[in-house]
């Protein structure tokens, strides 16, 4: 080792230079610089998997911006993987980056990802991704210990015994007294590596029977690599590692002993690649084994030149403001005097974050959490994505959607966003088969962030949110081709021979037109066509049809031919017709609430295919409507669906007041069984049927003399449906019920006027007509530029703008 040229001093100890670090620190980031400047090695060694070397020089590319982690999965099953995340505050990054800048060779020491994803699930492994100790605290950080032995839990968090032995109740914050608020090049720049590898020394031999057999054969590993450095460089050689390694790095040991416990390891084929990564993934709260609590705070502390605190206070009160709070000069003035008062008070060296965020509730948020959450979320975790370079390794699949993401304008982000499509602009239309041919290979970088409705629109509305691993999704799906388009397709066809249910191969039709597939809609519609055939259960076909005629109406926006798909809708819709009868006599409860759903689905399917301008058989709507005659009339029908027949022919106009009412009063008379009459309303007047009762006395007259007939003894087992029933009304709708009720249905006028209930009325009211007549022709867009009519004017349109509007 050569003399600091700045700091006067020199590597005391012998051998190589031993440099343990906490994972994520920026305290040990900064001391690993520092060290390294001052002895000057001719090598740099970091833990981490050997296969990674040649993928070290992307470091210095001007394209790479931490956070990254290594990926490295299997060959043949990429869904076999692990990460080593790195931040640009991580002591392994800095390390790396102070070889690439002095030309000084750089490699990594830990035991190789194919033995590490070889071993498998093993106790206190792999975890989530993440091999098992990639972290100063080493090991299956912050799990719970679930009663093992305390050796056990030492060694899942030995920085947390120093701190409890240094007086502090949260590891955290003793690691930042100690290392994070130190300036680095201060003294001695080698005296905290010294006193923390005798500070884990001490712990490793308190608990030297707790020692994990896989720490040992990955200390083994990392010994025989440095001295495979020392042969090459000699002592002049810095090992950047997990503090909790470095006493057994330290430890002379035969090449025999080391090489024995690596002997007949499982070994599989593996690939690596640097991938982007997110400070939210580094954090505790995203189950990450080596997390921090607060990546976004740690960088700000790595990067912040000097003043921190009173650039993170200006940064809190920046977002603030974007959030419509009044927060000034002087609050940030404020808070900055705060967190330096609590530092002194509590006999921190530095106001740290538990300081800084009393401060900021205190003086920016007036004592509330919720600003302080969004505080949190924004700054203290943060939502930085990382970038890798083209020139990264990748699989052909993930080299696609690239292009993609690039041609189509759709960068990657951490934070989740709206995104807002209109499919008739190319651009939009291209994002949207992007995002639906991704979500049809696995990968859910996007998500619909409303249902689709049975009518079809040319929006669409996705939540968009990049995640770290679903770089392993895109690896994993690339076996279904290069492309995306490939991929996808060979996917889709796939899955339609796979499927198990028909429901199945229609919703997979479907996802083919999203996701604009027309070689896979082929074989989609042979597989389809076959299941179709062959389907004997209503239910199945009901829940078919109704994907498959929203498909149909795709064809118009997408520029897609759904042609074949009009025949094998009207032959679903066919055979629903003259099987619903018989498979609705009969059935229970449940079995009949079941059923009242499927009839409602295939209403509003029938009712779309009707308007879609495809081959589609005249007269298809009209026999619908004969059957859902057929299921009112029927005594054998549960009164639940019998009900519901009755209400969507009502709501189709295809009977009228008189008849349902005369339906009604057949299903509330005194032969019927109460508990068959209260489902009988349960189906007419559930799903928004109040208002019915209110405009249509009749109704609500036969109700209320079927209710107030029903005998005691029967009462209390209707109750809960009639319950459920008017519980679903809005309160407005209950409201005006009662006050009909307490009046006494049909007496004293028609409707609810009589009732004295605002807003209704024998005639229109024109003075509160007046009032509204503004509003309404603003929202109608019929008030044109220039002055309107005089007060107390009207015009010979207003009355019917006034009924329209209601």
Same mark, same amino acid.
């Given at each position: @080792?050569?003399?600091?040229?700045?700091?006067?001093?020199?590597?005391?100890?012998?051998?190589?230079?031993?440099?343990?670090?906490?994972?994520?620190?920026?305290?040990?980031?900064?001391?690993?610089?520092?060290?390294?400047?001052?002895?000057?090695?001719?090598?740099?060694?970091?833990?981490?998997?050997?296969?990674?070397?040649?993928?070290?020089?992307?470091?210095?590319?001007?394209?790479?911006?931490?956070?990254?982690?290594?990926?490295?999965?299997?060959?043949?099953?990429?869904?076999?993987?692990?990460?080593?995340?790195?931040?640009?505050?991580?002591?392994?990054? &800095?390390?790396?980056?102070?070889?690439?800048?002095?030309?000084?060779?750089?490699?990594?020491?830990?035991?190789?990802?194919?033995?590490?994803?070889?071993?498998?699930?093993?106790?206190?492994?792999?975890?989530?991704?993440?091999?098992?100790?990639?972290?100063?605290?080493?090991?299956?950080?912050?799990?719970?210990?679930?009663?093992?032995?305390?050796?056990?839990?030492?060694?899942?968090?030995?920085?947390?015994?120093?701190?409890?032995?240094?007086?502090?109740?949260?590891?955290?914050?003793?690691?930042?007294?100690?290392?994070?608020?130190?300036?680095?090049?201060?003294?001695?720049?080698?005296?905290?590596?010294?006193?923390?590898?005798?500070?884990? #020394?001490?712990?490793?031999?308190?608990?030297?029977?707790?020692?994990?057999?896989?720490?040992?054969?990955?200390?083994?590993?990392?010994?025989?690599?440095?001295?495979?450095?020392?042969?090459?460089?000699?002592?002049?050689?810095?090992?950047?590692?997990?503090?909790?390694?470095?006493?057994?790095?330290?430890?002379?040991?035969?090449?025999?002993?080391?090489?024995?416990?690596?002997?007949?390891?499982?070994?599989?084929?593996?690939?690596?690649?640097?991938?982007?990564?997110?400070?939210?993934?580094?954090?505790?709260?995203?189950?990450?084994?080596?997390?921090?609590?607060?990546?976004?705070?740690?960088?700000?502390?790595? #990067?912040?030149?000097?003043?921190?605190?009173?650039?993170?206070?200006?940064?809190?009160?920046?977002?603030?403001?974007?959030?419509?709070?009044?927060?000034?000069?002087?609050?940030?003035?404020?808070?900055?005097?705060?967190?330096?008062?609590?530092?002194?008070?509590?006999?921190?060296?530095?106001?740290?974050?538990?300081?800084?965020?009393?401060?900021?509730?205190?003086?920016?948020?007036?004592?509330?959490?919720?600003?302080?959450?969004?505080?949190?979320?924004?700054?203290? &975790?943060?939502?930085?994505? #990382?970038?890798?370079?083209?020139?990264?390794?990748?699989?052909?699949?993930?080299?696609?959607?690239?292009?993609?993401?690039?041609?189509?304008?759709?960068?990657?982000?951490?934070?989740?966003?709206?995104?807002?499509?209109?499919?008739?602009?190319?651009?939009?239309?291209?994002?949207?088969?992007?995002?639906?041919?991704?979500?049809?290979?696995?990968?859910?970088?996007?998500?619909?962030?409303?249902?689709?409705?049975?009518?079809?629109?040319?929006?669409?509305?996705?939540?968009?949110?990049?995640?770290?691993?679903?770089?392993?999704?895109?690896?994993?799906?690339?076996?279904?081709?290069?492309?995306?388009?490939?991929?996808?397709?060979?996917?889709?066809?796939?899955?339609?021979?796979?499927?198990?249910?028909?429901?199945?191969?229609?919703?997979?039709?479907?996802?083919?037109?999203?996701?604009?597939?027309?070689?896979?809609?082929?074989?989609?519609?042979?597989?389809?066509?076959?299941?179709?055939?062959?389907?004997?259960?209503?239910?199945?076909?009901?829940?078919?049809?109704?994907?498959?005629?929203?498909?149909?109406?795709?064809?118009?926006?997408?520029?897609?031919?759904?042609?074949?798909?009009?025949?094998?809708?009207?032959?679903?819709?066919?055979?629903?017709?003259?099987?619903?009868?018989?498979?609705?006599?009969?059935?229970?409860?449940?079995?009949?609430?079941? @059923?009242?759903?499927?009839?409602?689905?295939?209403?509003?399917?029938?009712?779309?295919?009707?308007?879609?301008?495809?081959?589609?058989?005249?007269?298809?709507?009209?026999?619908?409507?004969?059957?859902?005659?057929?299921?009112?009339?029927?005594?054998?029908?549960?009164?639940?669906?019998?009900?519901?027949?009755?209400?969507?022919?009502?709501?189709?106009?295809?009977?009228?007041?008189?008849?349902?009412?005369?339906?009604?009063?057949?299903?509330?008379?005194?032969?019927?069984?109460?508990?068959?009459?209260?489902?009988?309303?349960?189906?007419?007047?559930?799903?928004?049927?109040?208002?019915?009762?209110?405009?249509?006395?009749?109704?609500?007259?036969?109700?209320?003399?079927?209710?107030?007939?029903?005998?005691?003894?029967?009462?209390?087992?209707?109750?809960?449906?009639?319950?459920?029933?008017?519980?679903?009304?809005?309160?407005?709708?209950?409201?005006?019920?009662?006050?009909?009720?307490?009046?006494?249905?049909?007496?004293? #006028?028609?409707?609810?006027?009589?009732?004295?209930?605002?807003?209704?009325?024998?005639?229109?009211?024109?003075?509160?007509?007046?009032?509204?007549?503004?509003?309404?022709?603003?929202?109608?867009?019929?008030?044109?530029?220039?002055?309107?009519?005089?007060?107390?004017?009207?015009?010979?349109?207003?009355?019917?703008?006034?009924?329209?509007?209601?």
């Amino acid at each position: @080792m050569t003399e600091a040229g700045t700091a006067g001093v020199r590597w005391p100890g012998t051998g190589p230079l031993l440099l343990g670090v906490r994972h994520h620190g920026p305290g040990s980031a900064r001391a690993v610089r520092a060290a390294l400047e001052a002895a000057r090695p001719r090598a740099v060694l970091v833990e981490g998997p050997p296969e990674a070397d040649a993928l070290i020089p992307l470091a210095a590319d001007e394209d790479m911006r931490p956070p990254v982690a290594l990926l490295a999965h299997a060959v043949d099953d990429p869904g076999r993987s692990a990460f080593w995340p790195l931040a640009g505050f991580s002591p392994e990054w &800095v390390a790396l980056r102070w070889a690439l800048e002095h030309g000084v060779p750089a490699r990594f020491i830990d035991l190789p990802a194919a033995h590490m994803l070889a071993w498998g699930d093993e106790p206190d492994g792999q975890q989530d991704g993440q091999p098992d100790g990639h972290c100063a605290e080493e090991g299956a950080a912050q799990r719970p210990s679930g009663g093992r032995p305390p050796g056990a839990e030492v060694r899942a968090d030995p920085l947390a015994a120093l701190a409890e032995a240094a007086g502090y109740d949260d590891p955290e914050r003793w690691w930042e007294d100690v290392v994070e608020h130190r300036g680095a090049g201060k003294g001695d720049v080698f005296a905290p590596f010294l006193a923390l590898e005798e500070a884990m #020394g001490a712990l490793r031999e308190a608990y030297e029977d707790e020692d994990h057999d896989r720490d040992l054969v990955r200390e083994a590993a990392m010994r025989l690599r440095v001295r495979a450095a020392r042969r090459e460089f000699g002592d002049a050689v810095a090992v950047v590692c997990g503090a909790w390694h470095v006493p057994a790095l330290r430890q002379r040991t035969t090449v025999a002993a080391d090489r024995a416990l690596l002997k007949g390891l499982p070994r599989i084929r593996t690939d690596m690649t640097w991938v982007p990564w997110t400070h939210r993934r580094l954090s505790r709260a995203s189950g990450y084994g080596a997390g921090i609590a607060s990546p976004g705070w740690y960088a700000h502390l790595f #990067g912040a030149p000097d003043r921190p605190v009173e650039r993170w206070m200006t940064r809190v009160a920046g977002l603030l403001r974007e959030e419509d709070r009044i927060v000034s000069s002087a609050h940030v003035i404020e808070a900055v005097r705060l967190a330096g008062t609590l530092a002194a008070l509590r006999g921190r060296p530095l106001p740290g974050l538990s300081e800084t965020t009393d401060a900021v509730r205190a003086v920016m948020c007036d004592g509330s959490d919720v600003p302080l959450a969004l505080v949190h979320d924004r700054l203290v &975790v943060g939502d930085v994505l #990382g970038e890798v370079p083209q020139a990264a390794p990748a699989v052909p699949l993930q080299r696609d959607l690239t292009r993609l993401q690039r041609r189509l304008r759709l960068r990657p982000e951490a934070r989740e966003r709206q995104l807002e499509l209109d499919l008739r602009k190319e651009t939009d239309a291209g994002r949207s088969r992007l995002l639906h041919r991704l979500r049809l290979l696995g990968v859910g970088w996007g998500e619909p962030a409303v249902p689709r409705s049975g009518t079809g629109t040319f929006r669409e509305t996705w939540r968009l949110c990049w995640e770290p691993e679903l770089a392993v999704r895109v690896a994993e799906a690339g076996v279904w081709g290069t492309t995306v388009l490939a991929a996808a397709t060979a996917k889709a066809e796939a899955d339609a021979v796979a499927a198990r249910t028909l429901a199945e191969v229609t919703a997979l039709a479907e996802h083919c037109l999203l996701a604009g597939l027309p070689d896979a809609l082929p074989v989609v519609m042979r597989v389809l066509a076959d299941r179709a055939a062959l389907a004997a259960d209503v239910g199945h076909l009901a829940q078919a049809l109704p994907a498959l005629v929203r498909s149909l109406r795709y064809g118009d926006v997408r520029g897609t031919d759904t042609g074949a798909l009009a025949g094998v809708a009207a032959g679903l819709a066919e055979r629903i017709f003259v099987g619903l009868p018989p498979a609705c006599a009969a059935l229970d409860a449940d079995a009949a609430d079941e @059923m009242r759903r499927h009839v409602e689905a295939v209403h509003g399917a029938v009712a779309l295919l009707g308007d879609t301008p495809a081959a589609v058989p005249e007269g298809l709507r009209a026999r619908w409507h004969g059957v859902l005659r057929g299921l009112a009339g029927r005594d054998t029908v549960p009164g639940l669906l019998r009900g519901r027949a009755v209400r969507l022919l009502l709501d189709d106009g295809e009977i009228g007041q008189e008849q349902a009412a005369r339906l009604m009063g057949l299903a509330l008379s005194p032969g019927t069984p109460p508990a068959d009459a209260a489902a009988w309303i349960e189906g007419f007047v559930g799903g928004g049927g109040g208002m019915l009762l209110v405009h249509d006395e009749r109704l609500l007259g036969l109700v209320d003399a079927w209710l107030t007939g029903v005998p005691g003894e029967a009462f209390t087992g209707v109750l809960p449906l009639l319950r459920r029933t008017f519980s679903a009304y809005e309160p407005g709708v209950r409201r005006t019920l009662g006050e009909l009720v307490r009046r006494g249905p049909g007496r004293g #006028g028609t409707g609810a006027a009589a009732a004295g209930v605002p807003g209704f009325a024998e005639d229109l009211d024109r003075e509160r007509a007046d009032a509204v007549m503004p509003v309404v022709r603003l929202l109608l867009g019929l008030d044109a530029p220039g002055p309107g009519p005089a007060a107390g004017e009207r015009n010979d349109n207003d009355a019917g703008l006034v009924g329209a509007a209601g």
